[in-house]
């Protein structure tokens, strides 16, 4: 913790089949695989000296399963806001499926069908998180999805949700949000290192 500020250590999920196969993974509840599991249990010794005030978590059950595989899901807080994008139409679908039909097609720059949220829906809610960790007297992790952590991260900047396309996560990644003065910053990102071996 920064002058009073609190970090924010952010955390993907483990793998799963759909994360593995690139299948945008909404609000289908996909089962952490056995290397998700290993991912998380790793993410968990990872944070195993950080002092947390407040843990953070998606009421989905690959995010609270990486939560708890980590030793924290006893203390985290479950945040509706956290639920990954609502993808409607293309969930399940990976973009070089939806490429074929719809060429150009991004998740960020075009509507996803049905039922699905924009991209600045997906804004409102992380502000809502944002809003949430200000009120942290000590640091929080957060445990979440792929593309709600990268606008949760463009929105800390102060940047258009969209702008969390600039951002990339691999699965079980850990990466940290912070100040410098008063300035939000990014402080790490996308750290797998405590992946390897």
Same mark, same amino acid.
């Given at each position: 913790?920064?002058? $009073?500020?609190?970090d924010?250590v952010? &955390?993907?999920?483990? $793998?799963?089949d759909w994360?593995?196969?690139?299948?945008?993974?909404g609000?289908?509840?996909?089962?952490?695989?056995?290397l998700?599991?290993?991912?998380?249990?790793?993410?968990?010794?990872a944070?195993?000296r950080? *002092?947390?005030?407040? &843990?953070?978590?998606s009421?989905?059950? !690959?995010?609270? *399963?990486t939560?708890r595989l980590a030793?924290?899901g006893?203390?985290? $807080?479950?945040?509706? *806001?956290?639920?990954?994008?609502?993808?409607?139409?293309?969930e399940?679908l990976?973009?070089?499926?939806i490429?074929r039909?719809?060429? #150009?097609?991004?998740?960020?720059?075009h509507?996803?069908?049905?039922s699905?949220?924009?991209?600045e829906? &997906?804004?409102?809610r992380a *502000? !809502?998180v944002?809003? !949430?960790?200000?009120?942290s007297e000590?640091d929080v992790? @957060?445990?979440?999805? #792929?593309?709600?952590?990268? @606008?949760?991260a463009?929105?800390?900047?102060?940047?258009?949700?969209?702008? #969390?396309?600039?951002? @990339?996560?691999?699965t079980?990644t850990i990466?940290?949000? #912070?100040?410098e003065?008063?300035?939000? @910053? &990014?402080? !790490?990102w996308?750290?797998?290192?405590?992946?390897?071996?």
């Amino acid at each position: 913790m920064s002058a $009073e500020r609190p970090d924010v250590v952010l &955390v993907r999920h483990g $793998e799963t089949d759909w994360s593995r196969t690139h299948r945008h993974t909404g609000r289908t509840d996909v089962p952490l695989t056995d290397l998700g599991r290993e991912q998380a249990e790793r993410a968990g010794r990872a944070l195993a000296r950080r *002092d947390l005030a407040l &843990v953070l978590c998606s009421p989905l059950g !690959r995010a609270r *399963d990486t939560c708890r595989l980590a030793g924290l899901g006893g203390r985290a $807080e479950v945040l509706d *806001d956290l639920a990954e994008w609502d993808y409607g139409d293309a969930e399940g679908l990976s973009t070089a499926d939806i490429q074929r039909q719809s060429p #150009g097609w991004t998740v960020w720059t075009h509507p996803v069908g049905g039922s699905g949220e924009s991209v600045e829906q &997906v804004g409102e809610r992380a *502000d !809502r998180v944002i809003a !949430r960790i200000e009120r942290s007297e000590g640091d929080v992790a @957060v445990f979440a999805h #792929g593309h709600v952590l990268r @606008v949760l991260a463009a929105r800390w900047l102060g940047m258009p949700a969209v702008g #969390g396309r600039h951002f @990339v996560l691999g699965t079980a990644t850990i990466s940290e949000l #912070g100040y410098e003065h008063a300035n939000r @910053v &990014v402080q !790490r990102w996308n750290d797998g290192t405590h992946l390897l071996g």
